[in-house]
Each structure stands twice: as C-alpha cells, then as structure tokens.
C-alpha cells in the first residue's frame, strides 16, 4: 500500500471527513515520526511496532562490480521492530 492508497482508504472509511483533511492528517502523522527519529527519540505505536534509528559505522567495503576496496562513512539507519498484536496477527493459523 502506498500513501495515495493510505489516504483514499481512510477517506473512504470516513465520508464525514474531507479527501484533504486526511492526507493532511496522514502527513502530519508521518513528519512527526520523522522529526522525532531525527532528534534521536523512538517512536512506539503500541500494537503495531516500534520505530527507532541504529547507528552503523564506518567501514571498508568493496565494489561489487570492480572488486575495489571503498570506505563506507557512518550512518544512522531507521530501524522497525514489529509489535506483538502486528507479529501475532500475521502469524495466525487459519482455522
């Protein structure tokens, strides 16, 4: 799913809410788990998962087409870790 997809559906669930006050509410949710990753917070939605940023360091890795050697920098990369409800839900047994 992407967001369009995101923001329709929503719309579609809530026909008292305008397709405009959605996607803004949508955005707004997004930028502020952005703005909170990038101050270095986590950010837990209880049931679904928990965003957090892990740092990697800086190393030497190599080209895959030529073989050469390059220095990679260190970087901060996002990380998410499913909640219980989310892993439990797409874990369940048909029955």
């Known amino acids: 799913m992407i967001r ?3 923001i329709q559906k929503l719309s ?3 026909p008292h809410l ?3 006050d959605v996607e803004r509410i ?3 949710i997004f930028e502020e788990i952005i703005e909170a990753l990038a101050g270095g917070n986590r950010v837990e939605l209880r049931g679904f998962g ?3 940023v892990k740092k990697r360091d800086a190393r030497v ?3 895959p087409r030529t073989g050469e050697s390059v220095e990679v ?3 901060h ?3 998410f870790k499913a909640g219980k409800l989310l892993r439990d839900r797409l874990n369940e047994q048909d029955g």
């Open 61 to 63: 890795g190599r080209n």
């Open 18 to 20: 305008y397709q405009r």
């Open 26 to 28: 949508v955005n707004a």
């Open 77 to 79: 990369v996002p990380f």
């Open 4 to 6: 369009s997809e995101l």
């Open 73 to 75: 920098d260190e970087k």
């Open 50 to 52: 928990a965003f957090s």
């Open 12 to 14: 579609d669930e809530n």
